[in-house]
């Protein structure tokens, strides 16, 4: 704020011109209420006087965030007291107006202006905030949603330093002035577009209007001594003094006197060539010191500033911000470009409000930013002047950028690589500071070419690393966590960022008989190659676990399949097979590291003695089997060499290590896993990719589990409904009987009717749905068939897939099963109180 002396009072403002809290400006805070009273804008002041973001702010009530009850009595402001009730302070001033709720319901049609104590409730954070709020607020009317502009200072800045309370004879009160009465208040007019929202042109201009016709925001001092309010950003700029220097070297380099004084012109012009070229080298080496896209957009921004320009905003196309493949054609003006980084040496937060980091926009077409981007050419304004100003923000809808860019020097260069345009930079000047000139203009095209090619390069590394996240990740498979009698959890670690893509898989495969088989398994080799291969030896697995084939001899057709697609196809791989029922693993190896169990009994861990075997690929080499007894909640972990193999360390090493972090006590799967990753990780970083399948070996209480042998007699089915319905009594699942009975009677008819000598097992099993398995000696899989009105087969199967949550067949050595498993209602029925049946608890 300005100090202005009135005629007639300068002994009386002698005092008031001394006094340090009133010299200067003070900051002020923004708000903008909608006629619905939530807040519209909220600015960098309001932030930093209110203690709330704007994304707290806007949106909400403007009731529940500002000072709006209690004004502020000139005794709580002094410490001295006034009469009770009087209305007026001791020196008889008029207390200030009327409470802010008042502007705020839009009860007043007139501009109100109080001082008020904050209420420390309203903040997050309230130890620091100010309790002396000064505010002022202004009815708007037009066709915008805006309805008040509500300004407001903290008091506790215009205090003296001594002790921290005005003098006696001068009370501070916020009022209004016609902004004639001061002189250059004109000028003072015009700073207020700065610390409005980002609207357009037109909405501000009107606003303004409306503010200066109400009257121009004023401290009381006294009855007589007025000081007006003027906005401001309240810190100095940075670097200053440097462009000050920097300004008189220029203006001395320019002089002709001091030229033919010191030095031929010949040799300023070649010390000007010279100090471009350092400058442009020490860029050059200040950019592109990684591949990784954010970091170099930095880079390149904070290289230019502060001493080749002021401000320095950076804006790329979506398809580079997103690193994806190179933009197709040129740009036009639907075209999206993301602010992606803003350097300057102007005030913190002046640029925030306007134009935010992180927004995406279009540029219209008739401005010197279009015009760059679609010709690739820099594009120089030697100094923008107000009309070009007004005429460059009116392009923009619901920002003002004139108090920006107007009186500052412009230049905007082009990003570009392989003649593409991948973004563009906007530089400024301040009006201080000499004008871009064609030096300038060569210079700063030729640090967007260099900046362009470091941006594309990490741009291509970004989509590379992309691509083959994507890749790897498709190769991966979707575990789930919770499955029948057993709990997984997985971790993928990609190897060195050069080679991301690797050939470690991990898999888990439900099996008939509520089995089921545990993979892991590791591609010798790196890169794509080995992704692929990968992809085909996995699926190859899950196909052959699907014929419910034993351990040992899924690995023998494993590597037939290996040598037929080619002598480099070399693999390890572990295929584990556990049974629930039985609690049982059924393990078979094929050149892979051992598995780890660990014992829930008593928490020791152990390295299982599996034959080794050799790798998928080699031929010729027979697989063996081994059974393996376990209990409920023992843990087995399996994994690839690059979690246990160090250059230089014995493997032996690596796996005690295993053993010991794998006993670790945890409180979930996840933290088990990511212990053993911690513990593990060699201080170097891993070169090698890792795979890590953990499984929790729940198993099923036989008491949720109930088996029948039938005849081959179609009176049969009647009897298997009528046992499935007994079971599911005893379990307390009534409501699921119906459904279970006619799913069971389907897939029972058909055992029956195609079954040959032996007889038909009917099992269900109780989890967290019901397994139901039909087991016969028939090696033909049943399809889904579209049955017609005169067919009489057909229907079966298809009223199982539309009860069933899931349902599949697959044969076995001695036939086939045929499976469905139901959804439960458990939240429902069974145990105590509303609690889950055993078997169904987590």
């Known amino acids: 704020m300005q100090r202005r002396t009135p005629p007639g009072e300068e002994s009386r403002a002698a005092l008031p011109e001394q006094r340090t809290g009133l ?60 009469a009770p009730g009087d209305g007026t302070a001791h020196d008889g001033r008029a207390h200030p107006g009327p409470d802010l709720d008042a502007s705020l319901s839009g009860a007043t049609a007139y501009p109100t202006a109080g001082r008020a104590r904050l209420n420390q409730g309203l903040a997050r954070d309230p130890g620091g905030l ?107 700029r940075r670097d200053e003094r440097r462009a000050r220097r920097m300004r008189a070297a220029r203006e001395a380099a320019a002089d002709p006197r001091a030229a033919a004084s010191e030095e031929p012109a010949p040799d300023l012009e070649y010390a000007a060539v010279r100090e471009r070229l350092e400058f442009l080298n020490e860029v050059s080496g200040r950019i592109g010191s990684s591949l990784d896209l954010a970091r170099t957009i930095q880079e390149v921004s904070a290289a230019v500033v502060p001493r080749f320009t002021d401000v320095a905003g950076t804006y790329l196309r979506e398809q580079v911000l997103a ?30 409000d306007v134009v935010p980091v992180g927004e995406s926009m279009p540029f219209p077409e008739h401005t010197p930013f279009f015009q760059c981007m679609t010709s690739g050419q820099p594009v120089l304004v030697p100094r923008i002047t107000e009309p070009m100003g007004e005429a460059i923000a009116s392009q923009f809808e619901k920002r003002d950028i004139r108090p920006l860019i107007t009186g500052r020097s412009m230049l905007v260069v082009p990003l570009k690589a392989r003649n593409v345009v991948l973004g563009f930079m906007i530089l400024l000047r301040h009006g201080e500071r000499p004008q871009f000139n064609d030096m300038d203009r060569v210079t700063g095209a030729e640090l967007a070419a260099r900046a362009g090619l470091v941006l594309d390069n990490a741009r291509m590394y970004t989509y590379q690393e992309n691509v083959a996240d994507t890749l790897q990740d498709s190769m991966l498979p979707q575990i789930t966590p919770r499955m029948p009698g057993c709990d997984v959890a997985t971790r993928y670690l990609p190897g060195t960022r050069l080679g991301r893509v690797g050939g470690d898989w991990f898999d888990s495969i439900k099996l008939p008989g509520s089995r089921l088989a545990l993979v892991v398994g590791d591609v010798m080799g790196h890169g794509l190659n080995a992704a692929a291969m990968m992809g085909q030896l996995r699926t190859a697995v899950q196909t052959m676990a699907a014929l419910d084939m034993p351990p ?21 791989c572990l295929y584990a097979v556990y049974d629930p029922i039985r609690s049982e693993l ?41 059974r393996f007894a376990v209990a409920p909640g023992d843990r087995l972990v399996l994994c690839t060499d690059g979690l246990v193999e160090v250059r230089g360390q014995d493997i032996g090493t ?33 070169k090698d990719d890792v795979a890590l399948l953990m499984a ?81 000696d028939d090696h033909a899989v049943p399809v889904l068939l579209s049955a017609g009105p005169e067919d009489e087969s057909g229907r079966g199967l298809r009223i199982v897939s539309r009860l069933a949550r899931e349902w599949g067949a697959s044969r076995t050595a001695q036939g086939k099963t045929v499976w469905f498993e139901q959804s439960l209602p458990w939240r429902r029925t069974g145990g105590r109180d509303g609690e889950a049946p055993r078997g169904l608890r987590t």
């Open 23 to 82: 010299s200067g400006r003070i900051p002020l805070a923004v708000v903008v209420v909608d006629g619905d009273g939530l807040v519209s804008h909220w600015s960098t002041g309001a932030r930093k006087l209110f203690g709330r973001t704007r994304e707290e702010a806007i949106g909400h009530p403007a009731v529940d965030l500002l000072p709006v009850s209690g004004a502020l009595r000139d005794e709580d402001a002094s410490g001295t007291s006034a």
């Open 130 to 236: 100010p309790a002396d709020v000064l505010w002022w607020a202004y009815p708007l009317v037009g066709p915008g949603p805006e309805r008040l502009l509500v300004l407001a200072a903290d008091a506790a800045q215009l205090q003296d330093e001594g002790d921290g309370t005005p003098g006696e004879s001068e009370r501070i009160a916020p009022g209004f002035a016609l902004h004639t009465e001061f002189p250059g208040a004109d000028g003072l007019a015009k700073r207020l577009p700065e610390i409005l929202p980002s609207m357009s042109v037109a909405e501000s201009g009107r606003i303004v209007s409306q503010v200066l016709e109400l009257g121009y925001p004023v401290l009381e001092i006294s009855r007589h001594d007025r000081v007006p309010v003027t906005p401001d950003w309240g810190v100095p």
């Open 323 to 352: 690193g994806e493949g190179f933009p197709d054609g040129p740009p036009d003006v639907t075209t999206m470009w993301y602010r992606v980084a803003l350097e300057h040496t102007d005030e913190p937060g002046r640029w925030d």
């Open 552 to 572: 040992a001899q899924l690995l023998r057709n494993l590597d037939d399949l290996a040598q037929r697609l080619g002598e480099h196809y070399l693999a390890t």
């Open 586 to 626: 059924l393990i078979a190896n094929a050149g892979h590291i051992p598995p780890v169990l660990v014992r829930a009994e008593d928490g020791r861990s152990e390295l299982l003695d599996v034959p080794t075997g050799a790798p998928i690929g080699i031929g010729g080499v027979p697989f063996e089997a081994v």
């Open 654 to 686: 690596g796996l005690a290590a295993l053993c010991e972090s794998a006993a670790h006590p945890a409180a979930s799967m996840d933290d088990a896993c990511d212990t053993i990753i911690r513990a593990l990780n060699p201080p170097g970083g891993r």
């Open 696 to 776: 929790r070996l729940n198993g099923i209480a036989r008491e949720d589990v109930v088996t029948w042998q039938l005849a081959l007699d179609p009176r049969e089915v009647g009897r298997a409904r009528v046992l499935t319905r007994g079971a599911l009594e005893r379990w307390g699942l009534e409501e699921a009987a119906e459904a279970a009975e006619l799913m069971v009677g389907e897939v029972v008819t058909n055992a029956v009717r195609h079954a040959h000598s032996r007889h038909v097992e009917l099992r269900l099993v109780r989890t967290d749905a019901l397994l139901c398995e039909v087991t016969d």
